[in-house]
């Protein structure tokens, strides 16, 4: 940065305290936001709180300390037939500048001073001295940018925009790496053009059209790292060409014979559904391929994702392989386990290895609770073959695991495993693998992700997606009661006990330990026993229990020993227990609106009604509109979209370090057209071999796989 004529070292330090150590940095810190000084307003229109540019001249300066010690410099102003107070505090040189007779041009926010109008701090023009020598004009009532300082660099908006200005100038026309032909049909103006005017506009209204530029930019920047992460994979990749019929999706009930699936499919209690079918032709179509499966599956909850899934992992086993499906949590994991082995009870594969040739097909649990024995008997039986699937937590993942064939990997709610893992297993995959062989890699995610934010966390990923629920499917009932009397609820809970249904009740989020969160959900579970819930039989689920007890109250609860389960957010995703009927939510409103979808979605699966009871009030807007959404729409999608409109789409790539590509100007609610549009430029960029060189090795620059990683660390 020492190139840049104000830059020595110590400023070098500072800008870079700034996340600014290249030219390029410089360029792409944009300013925080502009000052409008070429709106003059006369002083008697303009309302106490308004933001403007006022001429004035000096009648009179003071300076003096405050009671605090700090300087204080009074400016007595004429501005037209009104008179204007201005106040600067520790700008004591502003007495020597300010001298009587001086015109100036002051912007800043008209405040009320015991009925004086009044600012404090403005930024001040002069426009014409005492001595009569009227003072840089190109610098009186244009629009100025403000760059975010901070006070821990030292430096201030003014110098970080001369240096600015220095590189701008210095840098001259920079190449245009976004054909004209493209940027025409965009309507995006060019980069050095956008760079100017996102930094030095002429007017506010030029900023807009270079912001978007920009963002284009930055849009392809990242489209452009996941193409190339993507292409990168399929190069190396050696994957595995599954014996695949694709007539197997259209088996009619209770056919005889054939793959295991069609065996599955035709022997199973209901038919898939028409989107359940469609995303599984793309699956089996990625899994006869030779190049290994990379897709996302995205589902509403209760949408039969689990169907799906299973599908693939029995063609890994028709193909004489293993199938993995990685969960969450452990409750998960068991329950997975658990209802794949109900479904394929009858499903038995080849074996030469045993008498008559064919035995049972095996599902195996893997998760860390395991004992010692019957892990290594877990373990044995991957090595050699002998477990057709795995259903496992991050004890999957742990080092001493090997597989004989590992044909298909399936990972449950993806957003639990960091893009980092999903490689790590994919890699892992073909190392532990005695086939040595990339499995086909299935993410499912139950957590709706808006179209846009899914482009951009899951660009690499083709995505599948089932938008269409089971026939007989009701939507929950759902009422928030707030604070007021919550008898309708409990006698909800109890009425459909009567009837052999189920309830949850969520506990609140409280703060602290594992400890503490357990402790209140064991008192909240006695409360309700005594109280609302007197009589029926109370269970407790909380993550400080011994899976041994867990899984002992999950299937009391599933069985129905137990008719009210008493849960911390253990239950969040993807229990499922047909008979739950009422999910019931206590202070409500410390739950996301995606969770909160997600802990609905529990109840109501077995074709009759559900209802969902929201608890406490809302102490914000925010959390209000939150409670509102979930009560009036039962769309994931929509909520989720809701979602990034109320929290804003910080949260929802998480926080990170900047790096270069980050998105800075880029709004993934605001700017959806650039977005696909970049992921199209970005396609066809890596794929078109004669694309320029420039262009190309300019956006490698700016998108080092390493800074793309971090970007999506979970
Ligand atoms: P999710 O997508 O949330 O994982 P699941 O796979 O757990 O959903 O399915 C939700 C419920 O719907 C389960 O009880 C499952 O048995 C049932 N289900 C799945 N597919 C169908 C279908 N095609 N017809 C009827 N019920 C189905
Ligand atoms: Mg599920």
Redesign the pocket.
């Known amino acids: 940065m020492t190139a840049l004529r104000h830059v020595g070292p110590a400023r070098a330090t500072a800008l870079a305290q700034l996340g600014v150590t290249s030219i390029f940095d410089l360029l792409t810190f944009y300013p925080r936001r502009y000052l409008d000084r070429t709106r003059r307003a006369d002083v008697a229109s303009l309302a106490v709180g308004e933001e403007a540019a006022v001429v004035g001249i000096v009648r009179a300066v003071r300076a003096r300390r405050t009671s605090h010690g700090r300087s204080l410099v009074e400016v007595d102003a004429a501005a037209g037939e009104e008179s204007l107070r201005v106040v600067f505090f520790n700008q004591a040189w502003r007495e020597r500048q300010l001298v009587a007779g001086t015109h100036v041009l002051l912007y800043g926010r008209l405040e009320d001073y015991r009925g004086r109008r009044q600012m404090t701090n403005p930024v001040v023009d002069v426009i014409v001295g005492v001595d009569g020598e009227v003072r840089d004009p190109s610098r009186v009532g244009r629009v100025v940018a403000l760059y975010p300082s901070s006070e821990r660099s030292r430096l201030t908006s003014w110098e970080i925009g001369g240096y600015v200005d220095e590189a701008l100038r210095r840098s001259g026309s920079l190449s245009d790496p976004v054909p004209r032909a493209l940027r025409d049909s965009l309507g995006l103006v060019d980069r050095t053009a956008a760079f100017w005017a996102m930094h030095r506009p002429a007017a506010l209204d030029d900023v807009e059209p270079a912001r978007r530029r920009l963002a284009f930019d930055e849009f392809v920047r990242l489209q452009l790292a996941l193409a190339q992460r993507r292409r990168r994979m399929v190069a190396v990749a050696s994957g595995v060409v599954h014996p695949v019929d694709p007539t197997d999706i259209e088996v009619a009930p209770g056919a005889p014979g054939g793959s295991l699936l069609r065996r599955f499919l035709a022997g199973h209690r ?4 028409g989107a ?1 079918r469609r995303v599984l032709a793309e699956v089996l179509a990625d899994l006869a391929r030779p190049t290994p499966m990379q897709r996302l599956l995205q ?9 799906v899934a299973l599908s693939a992992l029995l063609v890994a086993v028709d193909g004489g392989r293993q199938g993995a499906l990685l969960a969450p949590t452990e409750v998960l994991a068991e329950q997975h386990a658990a ?1 794949l082995r109900a479904d394929v009870a009858d499903l038995r594969v080849p074996d030469s290895r045993v008498l008559g040739g064919e035995r049972a097909l095996s599902i195996a649990v893997l998760a860390g609770s395991l004992g010692v024995r019957a892990r290594a008997g877990v373990l044995t039986g991957l090595a050699d073959g002998s477990v057709d699937i795995v259903v496992g937590t991050h004890a999957l993942l742990q080092e001493d695991v090997r597989f004989a064939a590992l044909g298909v990997v399936v990972i449950d709610e993806q957003h639990r495993f960091g893009v980092q893992q999903r490689a790590a297993l994919v890699a892992r995959g073909r190392e532990r693998s005695a086939e040595g062989r990339d499995p086909d890699v299935l993410v ?1 995610t ?1 957590t709706p992700i808006p179209r846009t934010a899914a482009m951009v966390t899951f660009g690499d990923l083709d995505r599948s997606v ?1 938008d269409e629920m ?3 499917r009701q939507p929950v009932l759902t009422r928030w009661l707030g604070a007021r009397d919550q008898t309708e609820c409990w006698e909800r809970v109890r009425a459909e006990v009567a009837r052999g249904r189920r309830a949850f009740v969520v506990c609140p989020l409280v703060e602290g330990s594992d400890r503490v969160i357990a402790a209140s959900a064991v008192s909240e579970r006695d409360r309700l026993a005594h109280t609302e819930l007197a009589g029926l039989r109370v269970g407790l689920l909380h993550g400080q229990m011994k899976p041994g007890e867990k899984e002992l109250v999950m299937d009391q609860f599933r069985e129905g020993a137990l008719d009210v389960l008493v849960a911390t957010v253990v239950i969040e995703v ?1 229990v ?1 227990v ?1 008979e739950a009927s009422v999910i019931v939510i206590e202070d409500a409103w410390r739950f996301g609106l995606a969770q909160l979808h997600q802990l609905r ?1 529990r109840v109501g ?2 074709g009759d009604r559900g209802y969902c009871f929201l608890l406490g009030d809302a102490p914000s807007d925010e959390s209000r509109a939150r409670l509102e959404a979930l009560v009036g729409s039962h769309d994931g999608f929509a909520l989720a979209e809701i979602d990034l409109d109320l929290r804003g789409e910080g949260t929802l790539l998480g926080s990170r370090q900047r790096g270069r590509s980050d998105l800075r100007v880029a709004s993934l609610r605001d700017d959806e057209d650039l977005l696909v549009a970049a992921r199209d430029a970005a396609a066809s960029l890596v794929e078109d071999a004669d694309v320029s060189d420039e262009l190309v090795g300019e956006l490698r620059l700016l998108a080092e796989p390493a800074e793309v990683g971090f970007l999506f660390q979970g």
């Open positions: 209901f038919a898939l559904t359940q589902g509403d909850v209760g949408s039969g994702k689990t169907m209802s499912m139950a089932i089971p026939a007989g993807g499922d047909p979605g699966r077995a």
